[in-house]
C-alpha cells in the first residue's frame, strides 16, 4: 500500500472528548472515527487490526474444537421472556418494535437464541460435549459511553457456548477456553491475569475475567492478587481475611445508652469526638436497589463494594440515595434524622450486614437522631427481627489472602475476555434437553466464553505506546513496516525505497511505502503515531549503502543494509504465531 492512497488522516491534536490514551491515539492516528455517542467508525487501520485478531481468536478457537457459526443481531423478545431476561437484563437492553408490531431486541448477547439452536438440533447425549462461537458487532445501551472502545455501546465480540451432559465436562471445557484465552492474548501481544469475577447479567456460579494490567487510567477495575500465590480476583468479587482490630469496646463502654454526639457527621468526627477506633463504629449506609431502599451495615473503617451488595439483595440496578431520598426515607419510618446519624433501629427497611458486623460488640451506632449516638451497643439491641448477613465488604490493599494469608497488592486492570459456568441458568427454564444413555430428558450443562475483539485492540494500545504514537505487537499491526524516502525528488532514495518496498510485498510481509511529497519529518510523526512496528528510512546515508532500520517497540536505530533490513523483517514476520 502506498501512503498516498491510504485511506488515513491524522490529526494534530487530540479530539477533545477523550479521556484515555486508546481513544486519543486511535482517533489521532487515524483509526476510528465517532459516529455517535459510544459508536464508532472503524477505517481501514482499525479494520486490519480487528481482523488480524479476529483471526487470532479463530486459530485458537478452531484448534480448541469450537464450531464457528454466526446468529442473527436482532432477537425476538419471546426468546428473553423464556429465560427470564427480558425485565432483569435492565435498560441496557436496547428494544424495539417491527413494523407488526413483535417486540425485538438488539443483541447484547446470544443466550437464548444459541441456547434455541441446541434444542432444536442436538437431541441426543451421542452429539455432547459440543461448543460453538461467533464473531459478531453487539448492542448495550450503556447509561454512560466512555472511554472510545472500551466502553463503547456497539462493538465486536466473539462469544462461544458450551453444551455438555455433566459438571464434569463443564469443567473440562472451562479449562480448554481457559487455556485457548491465554494463547489468544499471549499471540496479541498482551499480558493478560486470569481472575475471579462477577458472573452479572451473564449469569453461573462461577466465571473469570482476563484482564490486562495497566498502569493508565483506562483500569476500569481494580484487580486483587497476591505475589505467593495464584489467587487473582476482581474488585466485585475479591476477598480477603482482615489484619486483627478492635472489634469490642468493653474497654471504653461499660454500658448501653445513647449520648450526645454534637457535630459528628463523619466517620472520622465521630470516631476524634469519643475517642475510638472506627473499627468500633457500625455503619449504616442506604442504597436504592431497583427503586426500593436497602440498609447496608458495615465495620466504618470498611467500604461496601456496590455489586456485591446488588448480588446479596437478588437486584439489577443499584445507586447510593441521595440526601432528599434519605430525608424522604427518614420521614416514612418516623424519624428526621440526618446522614451521620442513621441507624437500623426502628427502620423498616430490607438490611443486608457485611460480614464484620457479626464480631463487633459493644460498638457505636446511629439511632436516628441528629446528635446523638447509641454507645455500648450490640446487635440484640437493635431490635432487628430479620438481618441478612453476606459479603459486601471492598477488599483493600495490604488485607489477607484468602489462600496463602500473605499481604494482597493491587492492580489497575482491563477486561478483554471471560469466561463462565452457566450450569442449567439457560437450559432449565427454556427446557433445552438431550436424551441420556437411560432414554430420559435432561437439561444441557452450559459455559459461555466472551473476548471483545474491540476492547482487545484498545487493550493493546493502552499497553503497546509512548509519547509520540501506538506500539502495536507485530502479530495485530495494520502494516508490518513502513518505508520511508527522505526525498521523493531524489532518484536514488526514491528507486531504493520501491526495491524494498516491492521486494517485502513478494515475501509476503504487509508494507506501506510513504510516498507522499512531504517534510520528513511528518513522515516519521505519521509512522511514530500510526504504530508501525519497523520502519526503513531512505536517506542520504544510501549513497554509503546503508538505510535506518528502526523498531517501533525498542526505539533502536541502526544503520544496515537495505538488503539487511529486508530480511530483518521478512524473518520477524515469519515468526508471529
Not at 481475611?241 to 445513647?258: I, M, Q, R
Not at 446488588?310 to 445507586?319: D, K, P, Q, S, T
Not at 427497611?349 to 447509641?374: P, Q, R, S, Y
Not at 525505497?497 to 510481509?509: D, P, Q, R, S, T
Request: proline letters at 4%; a negative charge; one cysteine or more.
Amino acid at each position: 500500500m502506498k501512503m498516498s492512497k491510504l485511506f488515513v488522516q491524522t490529526l494534530r491534536e487530540f479530539p477533545s472528548d477523550a479521556e484515555v490514551i486508546s481513544h486519543k491515539m486511535l482517533a489521532r492516528a487515524g483509526y476510528i472515527r465517532k459516529l455517535t455517542s459510544g459508536v464508532y467508525n472503524y477505517l481501514p487501520l482499525m479494520w486490519r487490526v480487528l481482523k488480524k485478531i479476529e483471526n487470532i481468536v479463530r486459530d485458537e478457537m478452531d484448534k480448541a474444537g469450537a464450531q464457528e457459526l454466526l446468529m442473527p443481531f436482532v432477537q425476538p423478545k419471546e426468546l428473553w421472556i423464556e429465560s427470564g431476561r427480558w425485565e432483569a437484563y435492565g435498560k441496557e437492553l436496547m428494544r424495539l418494535k417491527d413494523r407488526h408490531n413483535r417486540e425485538m431486541c438488539l443483541g447484547p448477547t446470544h443466550e437464548e437464541i444459541i441456547t434455541a439452536i441446541a434444542r432444536d438440533v442436538l437431541k441426543s447425549y451421542k452429539q455432547l460435549p459440543t461448543n460453538l462461537y461467533q464473531i459478531q458487532s453487539k448492542f448495550r445501551d450503556e447509561v454512560r459511553p466512555r472511554f472510545g472502545l472500551l466502553r463503547g455501546r456497539e462493538f465486536i465480540m466473539k462469544d462461544a457456548y458450551s453444551f455438555g451432559t455433566s459438571q464434569e465436562e463443564l469443567e473440562a471445557e472451562y479449562e480448554n477456553m481457559a487455556q485457548a484465552y491465554r494463547n489468544i492474548f499471549n499471540r496479541c501481544g498482551l499480558d493478560t491475569k486470569m481472575v475471579q469475577s462477577d458472573s452479572g447479567a451473564i449469569g453461573g456460579n462461577v466465571s473469570h475475567e482476563f484482564m490486562v494490567i495497566t498502569t493508565t487510567d483506562a483500569g476500569e477495575n481494580d484487580v486483587f492478587y497476591c505475589d505467593d500465590c495464584d489467587y487473582a480476583a476482581n474488585s466485585n468479587h475479591a476477598v480477603s481475611n482482615l489484619p486483627a482490630a478492635t472489634v469490642d469496646g468493653k474497654e471504653y463502654f461499660n454500658e448501653t445508652k445513647v449520648i450526645d454526639t454534637p457535630n459528628t457527621h463523619s466517620i472520622n468526627e465521630l470516631s476524634q469526638f469519643l475517642n475510638i477506633p472506627s473499627t468500633l463504629i457500625l455503619k449504616s449506609l442506604v442504597y436504592i436497589i431497583d427503586k426500593k431502599p436497602v440498609l447496608a451495615l458495615i465495620r466504618a473503617d470498611k467500604a461496601v463494594e456496590e455489586t456485591k451488595l446488588l448480588n446479596a439483595v437478588g437486584g439489577i440496578e443499584i445507586r447510593i440515595a441521595t440526601s432528599g431520598e434519605i430525608e424522604e426515607i427518614m420521614k416514612e419510618n418516623g424519624f428526621d434524622a440526618i446522614p451521620g446519624f442513621i441507624g437500623p433501629k426502628g427502620m423498616n427497611l430490607t438490611v443486608i450486614a457485611d460480614n464484620t458486623v457479626k464480631e463487633m460488640k459493644n460498638f457505636v451506632v446511629g439511632i436516628n437522631k441528629n446528635d446523638a449516638h447509641m454507645v455500648g451497643a450490640n446487635l440484640k439491641d437493635l431490635g432487628l427481627e430479620e438481618i441478612k448477613y453476606a459479603d459486601i465488604r471492598l477488599v483493600e490493599a495490604g488485607e489477607l489472602c484468602p489462600q496463602c494469608g500473605k499481604p494482597l497488592k493491587v492492580t489497575r486492570g482491563i477486561e478483554v475476555g471471560n469466561i463462565f459456568q452457566l450450569g442449567t441458568k439457560y437450559s432449565k427454564p427454556m427446557n433445552a434437553v438431550y436424551l441420556d444413555a437411560d432414554g430420559k430428558a435432561k437439561p444441557y450443562i452450559m459455559g459461555c466464553y466472551g473476548i471483545g475483539i474491540s476492547r482487545t485492540a484498545a487493550a493493546a494500545v493502552e499497553a503497546h505506546h509512548d509519547e509520540h504514537g501506538i506500539k502495536w505487537p507485530l502479530s495485530i499491526a495494520p502494516y508490518h513496516v513502513v518505508i520511508v524516502p527522505v526525498s521523493t525528488k531524489d532518484e536514488i532514495q526514491m528507486t531504493t525505497a520501491v526495491k524494498i518496498y516491492e521486494e517485502l510485498i513478494k515475501n509476503g510481509v504487509e508494507a506501506v511505502l510513504d510516498d507522499r511529497d512531504e517534510r520528513a519529518g511528518v513522515k516519521f510523526k505519521d509512522a511514530d503515531l500510526i504504530g508501525f512496528p519497523y520502519r526503513i528510512t531512505v536517506g542520504k546515508t544510501i549513497s554509503e549503502g546503508n538505510v535506518e532500520f528502526v523498531n517501533r517497540q525498542t526505539g533502536d536505530k541502526t544503520a544496515i543494509t537495505p538488503e539487511d533490513a529486508v530480511k530483518r523483517v521478512i524473518d520477524a514476520v515469519k515468526n508471529i504465531k
